[in-house]
């Protein structure tokens, strides 16, 4: 029996698990260039990555000329997700060690679920092609329980722990959405420094700070 000090550990995706700006920014770029905007830069586009694809795109407009009409920005958002879906793993890859993190937390018997404001279809589409979808008891996306219940509330946390079959659980994640909803749900968390941050990372107010994938057992095991 493993004395592993979690039952459960719930991940954000984008910025947390895996590097899909790579593949984010050109379908941001695509919806821009719809209306003759200019394009934002990668890295810019890792600061607007968090909040889910509306709240990216109206970042977006917002950087380069301001919000447009609802007709026009639903438009867009057609344009950005016909894009993405269809080169979701163009570019993206899992961070470093992720894979093999999520194994080990695994062979220590902790149950594993994903807990992302990404819509649900493109999180399954992403990780079923990632080779990825296997190694979690529950998925939940920002639109599964309603959008009104994605992170920062803490809905989804709490449904996927009981998914999991409840017990000790941990949040790790790389925004204030993941942060605030870890805190509202009761449970510790862990913040990535490499991720898509929308604050400094120092303001995020996590309980641990990890530089790497492979880094987040033994933080966890710090936490208990």
């Known amino acids: 029996m493993s004395n592993f000090p979690f039952d459960i550990v719930l991940f954000d995706l984008d910025g947390t698990l895996v590097d899909s700006a790579r593949d984010l920014c050109p379908a941001v770029n695509h919806a821009l260039s719809v209306i003759g905007r200019g394009p934002v830069s990668e890295d810019a586009t890792r600061n607007m990555i968090g909040g889910g694809t509306d709240m990216m795109l109206t970042r977006a407009l917002e950087a380069t000329g301001g919000m447009v009409a609802q007709a026009d920005y639903a438009r867009l958002m057609e344009a950005l997700l016909a894009h993405y879906w269809a080169n979701i793993t163009t570019n993206t890859v899992?961070?470093?060690?992720?894979?093999?993190?999520?194994?080990a937390l695994i062979e220590e018997g902790v149950k594993l679920a994903i807990c992302?404001?990404?819509?649900e279809k493109p999180a399954r589409q992403?990780?079923?092609?990632?080779?990825?979808?296997?190694?979690?008891?529950?998925?939940?996306?920002?639109?599964?329980?309603?959008?009104?219940?994605?992170?920062?509330?803490?809905?989804?946390?709490?449904?996927?722990?009981?998914?999991?079959g409840a017990g000790r659980a941990a949040m790790v994640g790389d925004s204030t959405y993941d942060m605030r909803a870890g805190r509202a749900a009761g449970v510790p968390v862990v913040a990535c420094s490499f991720g898509y941050h929308d604050v400094p990372l120092a303001e995020l107010g996590a309980d641990a700070v990890i530089d790497h994938l492979g880094e987040l057992p033994d933080a966890l095991r710090k936490l208990s």
Do not use: Q, V, W
């Open 94 to 103: 899992p961070f470093e060690g992720c894979l093999e993190m999520l194994d």
């Open 116 to 119: 992302t404001n990404k819509s």
């Open 126 to 164: 992403l990780l079923d092609a990632l080779d990825m979808t296997r190694r979690f008891t529950a998925i939940y996306g920002g639109d599964t329980l309603g959008r009104e219940n994605a992170k920062p509330a803490p809905d989804m946390l709490h449904a996927a722990t009981r998914d999991c």
